[in-house]
């Protein structure tokens, strides 16, 4: 074989070795990301969990209707739909 062949070859080889590393480094980032999409979802699942406590908290003090968050103000909900949710 030539000098020019032979080195045309390990080009190849290492153009080669160059894409399974960076096959290899994207399957860690993917491992990476589902890792992080996992604790996100549980993280989510705690904050849906600790809204709806809250929310019965709240509802079992002050009976239903809505908090006006900048005053701080609990707005009663009207008769009839206090009425409906009780039925």
Known sequence: ???????????LQQKNNAVVAELGQIELIKMNVH??????EKYLAELREEEDTLGKELSDKYGSGSINLETG?????????????AE
Not at 5 to 11: A, D, F, R, S, V
Not at 75 to 80: G, I, L, T
């Open 1 to 11: 074989m030539t000098e020019q062949e032979l080195q045309k070859i390990g080009e």
């Open 35 to 40: 890792a992080r999409r996992e604790a996100a």
């Open 73 to 85: 103000e609990f707005v009663p909900a009207p008769e009839e739909a206090a009425e409906e949710v």
